[in-house]
């Protein structure tokens, strides 16, 4: 059970948030003009790493606001929390 | 006073009797005693047989690692509880406990052929030989195994007790109220820190509070002194919370930690009172102190579990704490000096006791201090045998060779009625390693101790590895100082005299006389496991320690391995010559000790086990005895029976009514979002699949929803209240999912739109009115508004007023009626519901409920997402191309509608199904089949909506079949179990292809 630092909420259990997956995965914006590859790289291939892993987070029981957040899958150590739209720490 | 009970001690009162039933005998305890001390004062060892070869087991223990006094307690009521150690339930006033696993009793029990057959059981008999034949693994092997195997019986009726649960904050959140707990929670505490101290134990003061030895002094008192004044004094303090009778269950991540505690588990049956039993505590610490202490290991050697056969700390807990005595010829077999504070405690109160240690000498205080008193010491020596069926009556011990791995000379016999082992200690780190940390190996007295890198919690005491008082003390002082930036203490001056272990040895299987394949030497005493079992599954292959234990189920009972998991890795090494650091451990998993689902689950029970929702009009709903159904979390009427009607005839009157003159429906349910802003046109756009830009304000429209990879999602109208607002319905159970779904891409994909999103769901309620007379009606409700065609057309909408009550009327249909649906505050919704029953009395408008909504709308075609899709259909599929817009762009979902998968022409697709027999009703979810003669035959689809239309008089039905569109008017087969039915393949509307009436 993590304790989740919401970039609008602060600190609150990890039973009101649920996660969405990978993050920084972009919606073509041109989806039209892609292969069935290109578009099935899009649609289905996620990362699912042992170790640091980039994922999006939703505040569902709370603000409802979606964030992501930089979590090592192997100790479950969140190392960043930002908002939608901010660069990624470099780290 | 019974004949055990030698010793008066402050722990339990003797004044006070309690009486109690043991397999059906009364006996009498004390208050303070346990059901297992109890049992012992009374001579009672033999609680119950072993799992697998039903061997005459005994008490072993006085904790949690119990592995052998499980009961089953309160029989016969609806209290009744399996699995609970005898060890740990506190003695009350009429206790019925009986012993489980034996058969028809303790004392004579059938399943003991087990041990006579016992050579060929051995580990994984159970795989090998239940293999075959097949046909006797149903009828003969599966019932007898269920049947020899069950441990204890769960109670038949409902739990009539409560269990609560609790969310706490603290700075500092303390396991275990021994000795090092007590000084951690004395520094926190008096350092202003929000502090809670959980304790198993009825009482503080673990091991030490029963101290009393010359050789263990702190500031110049006994130990068991010196703590009874900490634990005073600690009880005075402000900042911290006590609570005994709480048992940690689980330490996850991020330092919380759930705790149970016991509340009533400890009264009388008359005294509970129906108040809470057990609170499931959720805590959330900013730092975590574990001092959960050690437990004592057992000796591995032949004949090791029977009854009278003891740890030798509990030997001493019964004498000292209890008052009991387990035996009056006492023998002690050990590897260290711990043993021998039982040896001197007995002998000082007059009991005879003899040592056997596996070390060559010992020179420590303690040692000396046995000696002293006279106690014999057979040093370098092991026990080979023991003897005894119900309890033990002697042992046979041999000399050890030199370097231990066999013994030598002549066997020497010795009586005595209680053997207490002790093969070192081995520290609890089972929260420690629950947290996600790792441990060391210390190769010297072969432990595994924490390794606290990384760790946002300490571990002081004996789960440690400080296993000496000084160390003990001092250590802990050190640690906690550090850990909560504390400079001083009133611990930094402490005084203590203990006597120091020197000598170490550590032999995990006891060498014997005996071949290996003659004796019984347990490791896992609950699961019947021994020595010659993890040496098999060696010799079969078995390498990992994870794979030896599920193999011989070592360490797989209720005590979770507490007493066998080090030695199944010792003796693993040391056939296999490895170290045992390099091996690992297995994983130790939550709970610690068994969690009762009752606080698990605490209030969430009954009505509170999940939400019901209702809507506004629900009681108008019951007084005209709807039957309900789940859809979702709402209760919605499924029918309305008048008299003795049942589904099926209900559903035919209401169907037939609402085609013939009018019918009313609660549609309050459907999911509501309201959505605002200046790019409210455009969201629409890219979430449906058909175009939004040109629709009129006042209009409405159906729009189908997709996913990303083209499948049907959701489906709805939305109506266009103004010029940047819509009011959006999705279906009754994706409402929840739809307005994520859509808020995830307004705030991650398309940040950039100015468009606001709002659940309206339970803001408005719906009555859906449809049928030929629903104009007329709605006139009578709506008196100076005009319903002609032109003034307000099918799909429109148009504000209305009930007494000065705003609501919105839309003209729209799911029946392929004409239909209007009246949208009011919820709070009127009731009041609405009756004016439209009183407005349709003279054209009997006919409440109806799903089934018949169902029916209405598969005689029109439509579907219903959920029912005739299920996430594998995309537009295309259900034959809805006219839905998807070509000119646009890009939609959810738009660019997987011709993947190469979902452009294929064989996919299932939506049809219509008639029977050859119009009365033959098709069971949902029915396969399809077309050619009946190759075998395997090849399913080609499936029913997804079957009824009897009494406005057609025939059965229609719904299916997704493989290439359907093309397959209009051919014959298929419905393979039934009795029967196979025949079927054409038809178009999906049954009903009006024309739209007459919609627009009648
Ligand atoms: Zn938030």
Redesign the interface.
Known sequence: MFLINCPYCGERDQSEFSCGGEAHIIRPKQPTELSDDQWAEYLFMRKNIKGVQFERWNHAHGCRKWFNMVRDTSNDKIHAVYKMGEKPPVE | MTKYRVNKTKHVDQTKTVSFDFDGKSYHGFEGDTLASALLSNGVHLVGRSFKYHRPRGIMSSGSEEPNAICQINEDTDLTEPNVRATEIELYEGLKASSQNCWPSVNFDIGGINNFISPFIPAGFYYKTFMWPKSFWKKIYEPLIRWSAGLGKSPTKPDPELYDHKHVHCDVLIIGGGISGIIASKIAAKNNLKTILIEDKNILGGSTIFQKNENYKINDKYSGEWIDEEIAELKKLNNLTIKTRTSLAAY???N?LLAKENISDHLPLDKKNGGIRQRLWKI?ADKVIVATGAIERPLVFNNNDRPGIMLSNSVKKYLDFYGVSCGFKNVIFTNNDSAYETAVSLKEKGISVEMIDIRKKSNSKIVKNAEQLGVKIYWNSTVVNTFGLRKIYSIEIMNLSEDGSNVVGNKIRINCDCLGISGGWTPMVHMHTQS?GKLDFREIDQTFIPNEI?KNHINVGSCNGDFELEEIINNTNKKVKNYLKVSETEFDNTSILNSKELDKRNIWLLPNYISEGKCKSFIDFQNDSTAKDIKLALREGFKSIEHVKRYTTTGMATDQGKLSNMHALGIIADTAGVKMGTLGTTTFRPPFTPLTFGSIVGRSVGNFFDIIRKTSIHKWHIQNKAKFENVGQWKRPWYYPINDEDLHDAVQRESKAARDSAGILDASTLGKIDIQGTDASEFLNRVYTNAWSKLGIGKCRYGLMLN??GMVYDDGVTTRLGENHYLMTTTTGGAANVL?KL??YL???W?ELDVYLTSVTDHYSTASICGPNSKKILKKIFTDKDFSDDAFPHMSYQNGKIDEINCRIMRISFTGELSYEINIESKYGKSLWEKCIEAGKEFKITPYGTETMHLLRAEKGFIIVGQDTDGTMTPIDLQMDWIVSKKK??FIG???LY??DTIREDRKQLVGLLTDDPNEVLEEGAQIVSDMSKKPIEMIGHVTSSYFSPNLNKSIALAVVKSGKKMSGQKLIVPMENKNINVTVSDSVFLDKENKRINA
Do not use: A, M, N, V
């Open positions: 996850h991540s991020y919380y959330r996600g990384d990303e990879d994520s808020e995830d705030q991650t994909e940040p762009y890009d738009k660019r997987s993947r190469s």
